[in-house]
């Protein structure tokens, strides 16, 4: 039987989906690089997926919407 796919990821799982060590996405956070995980439940911070995906695909950044390529 598959796995689901998650929605959902620990800080751990995503520095792994973004081939980062946990330190170096930890600081990417930390410098507002990246967002913030949400607390789902008290102490337990998770990142959307789907957030995480755009931002392996560069449609994260904000402010550009208005840019000819």
């Given at each position: 039987m598959n796995r689901p796919a998650p929605i959902l990821?620990?800080?751990?799982?995503a520095a792994r989906l973004l081939d980062m060590k946990p330190a170096e996405f930890r600081a990417l956070v930390e410098a507002g690089?990246?967002?913030r995980g949400r607390e789902i439940a008290p102490g337990m911070v998770r990142w959307p997926?789907?957030?995480l995906r755009l931002?392996?695909?560069g449609e994260a950044a904000e402010g550009l919407g208005d840019v000819q390529w």
């Open positions: 990821a620990s800080e751990t799982s690089h990246f967002p997926v789907d957030e931002i392996a695909n």
